[in-house]
């Protein structure tokens, strides 16, 4: 048919083609859309009533151009054409073969490749195995989720483990690199934590650091409980502990002391409900409290919480230990507030912001400014940064 090459057809093929580079795939294009002119739009139409089998009763209603736009069905052309003319090579020798087609040939084979390899590796984890899916995959990301795969598919192997190891070991195993199962993104433990929750039959979403911790802990993997600490000074324990002794310790010789995780859950404190836990979010209000002599319960969790700081803010929750949080007026520190606030209960210590004028201000009060430390530790008339317009920032509401 030497008319597949008028020009005035042209445009269809290219419209072909244009979809061909998205789908990689001619028998999935049902239809396109493209601009035609009449003596094109003709010529299509007497290819759709000259089909080979069509009669007067069996004819279509023709193609029409709404607004210089057809709407032209792949389908009905192939059947025009007959099964002699390959569309493949009409492209080819009128507009050419996309460059990426197959690319995205390639790319397509390739997915079945990784997600029937996925399948018959972590065949116990359907739900990880969505969730994977659900990322996509590029050419250049398919090395990468094939590693992820493989690491997963080493773990599922081990776990449970016949005794506890540290995560990090873990992670070189299964992945060469002990910072592979981090539970902090660039890290992907968050996909590890899903794979222990689905093999033991727990929520796949644990969305606090305690619960991801608890969770893998309960598989024989243990995150840092070492390295990450709560700072506490002037803390009273009622326990007969190693963790009281170093509290009460620590207590009677003023001096602070880092309370780690594994502290926590191996030999759980218990502190004293005689007074309420003055919680912060910055080490620097901890120093002042040691310059400045301050007497009170005081602990430091240090900004956003890690697992630590839920596990002792828990702690605390759980035995009815009144806690008193405050930390930096931003964003973030309000955020954390929330947090503390709403999970355990805590009562929230926050200035009110403000200029000397009496007008209210919407700018950041950190824990380090002179008014805000007095609110917190109390007033301090050496303190060389006092300033007594900058005190006034912080109305008598806030001291109350």
Not at 28 to 55: C, D, E, M, Y
Not at 193 to 199: K, P, S
Not at 226 to 233: E, K
Request: a negative charge; glycine letters at 8%; proline letters at 9%.
């Amino acid at each position: 048919m030497s008319d597949l090459h008028d020009p005035e057809v042209r445009p269809l093929w290219q419209a072909v083609k244009d979809r061909l580079v998205i789908t990689g795939d001619l028998t999935a294009i049902k239809s396109v859309r493209v601009a035609l002119s009449t003596a094109g739009l003709a010529r299509i139409n007497g290819w759709l009533a000259h089909a080979p089998g069509t009669t007067r009763r069996t004819r279509r209603p023709r193609l029409v151009s709404r607004d210089g736009w057809v709407s032209v069905p792949v389908d009905r052309i192939r059947e025009a054409l007959g099964p002699a003319i390959d569309l493949a090579d009409i492209l080819r020798d009128t507009v050419g073969m996309p460059d990426v087609l197959q690319p995205n040939r390639r790319l397509a084979a390739m997915k079945t490749d990784v997600w029937a390899y996925a399948q018959s590796v972590l065949p116990d984890a359907p739900q990880l195995l969505q969730h994977l899916r659900s990322g996509g995959l590029s050419e250049t990301s398919v090395e990468d989720r094939r590693r992820l795969i493989n690491a997963l598919a080493r773990a599922h192997s081990l776990i449970p483990l016949q005794r506890p190891v540290p995560l990090p070991r873990l992670s070189l195993y299964c992945a060469g690199d002990p910072h592979y199962f981090d539970l902090n993104p660039p890290g992907q433990g968050s996909k590890l934590v899903m794979l222990v929750a689905e093999l033991t039959g727990q929520p796949t979403a644990a969305t606090t650091p305690n619960n991801r911790f608890a969770l893998l802990a309960r598989a024989g993997i243990y995150p840092d409980r070492v390295s990450a600490t709560v700072i506490v000074l002037n803390l009273a324990a009622t326990g007969d502990g190693p963790v009281d002794e170093a509290i009460g310790a620590a207590a009677a010789s003023r001096r602070p002391l880092h309370i780690s995780l594994y502290d926590l859950t191996v030999h759980r404190p218990r502190i004293s409900l005689a007074q309420p836990i003055l919680v912060v979010e910055n080490p620097s209000v901890i120093e002042e409290a040691l310059i400045r002599g301050y007497r009170g319960p005081l602990a430091c969790t240090s900004g956003a919480l890690s697992a630590v700081d839920h596990e002792f803010l828990q702690q605390l929750a759980d035995d009815g230990v009144p806690i008193h949080y405050s930390g930096d007026q931003d964003p973030a520190g309000v955020y954390i507030a929330e947090l503390v606030r709403t999970r355990f209960g805590a009562h929230i210590i926050t200035p009110a912001r403000g200029q000397p004028d009496g007008e209210k201000s919407d700018a950041p009060v950190y824990q380090e400014s002179a008014p805000y430390l007095e609110l917190l530790l109390g007033p301090d008339p050496s303190d060389p940064l006092h300033s007594a317009s900058e005190a006034g920032c912080l109305s008598a509401e806030a001291r109350a």
